[in-house]
Nanobody, 121 residues
Framework: QVQLVESGGGLVQPGGSLRLSCAAS????????MGWYRQAPGKERELVAA???????NYADSVKGRFTISRDNAKNTVYLQMNSLKPEDTAVYYC???????????????WGQGTQVTVSS
C-alpha cells in the first residue's frame, strides 16, 4: 500500500511562517508530480502549488512570492514553506502525488489525510 503522511500544520499569527512536509511510503516504483491543495470551510479544494519530478514548479496566484514548494526525491518527500501567512490562508492542506507502484502500471493519484493550518491573531 501507498501512504502520504503530512505534518507541520498548526496555529500561527498573521505574518508568520509554517513548513508543511509530506512523506510518501509503501510500494513505490516512481513518483511523478507532487503538490499541495487546500480546502477552506464552504469552499472547493484548490491547488496551492505543484512540483514535477524534475523540479518545475507552479503556484496559485494567491500564494506566489510567499510560498515555496520543494521536494527530496531520495526521501519521497515534498515540502511547502509558507511565509507571510494571511488569515485567508486558513484551510486544511492536503498533499497529493502521482505514484506508480510498478514499472508497468500507470501512475494514479494518492492523497494525504490533511493537516489544518490556521492563521489568526
Amino acid at each position: 500500500q501507498v501512504q502520504l503522511v503530512e505534518s507541520g500544520g498548526g496555529l500561527v499569527q498573521p505574518g508568520g511562517s509554517l513548513r508543511l512536509s509530506c512523506a510518501a511510503s509503501g510500494s513505490i516504483f516512481s513518483i511523478n508530480a507532487m503538490g499541495w491543495y487546500r480546502q477552506a470551510p464552504g469552499k472547493e479544494r484548490e491547488l496551492v502549488a505543484a512540483i514535477t519530478s524534475g523540479g518545475s514548479t507552479n503556484y496559485a496566484d494567491s500564494v506566489k512570492g510567499r510560498f515555496t514548494i520543494s521536494r527530496d526525491n531520495a526521501k519521497n518527500t515534498v515540502y511547502l514553506q509558507m511565509n507571510s501567512l494571511k488569515p485567508e490562508d486558513t484551510a486544511v492542506y492536503y498533499c497529493n502525488a502521482g505514484i506508480s507502484k510498478t514499472w508497468y502500471q500507470e501512475a494514479r493519484d494518492y492523497w494525504g489525510q490533511g493537516t489544518q493550518v490556521t492563521v489568526s491573531s
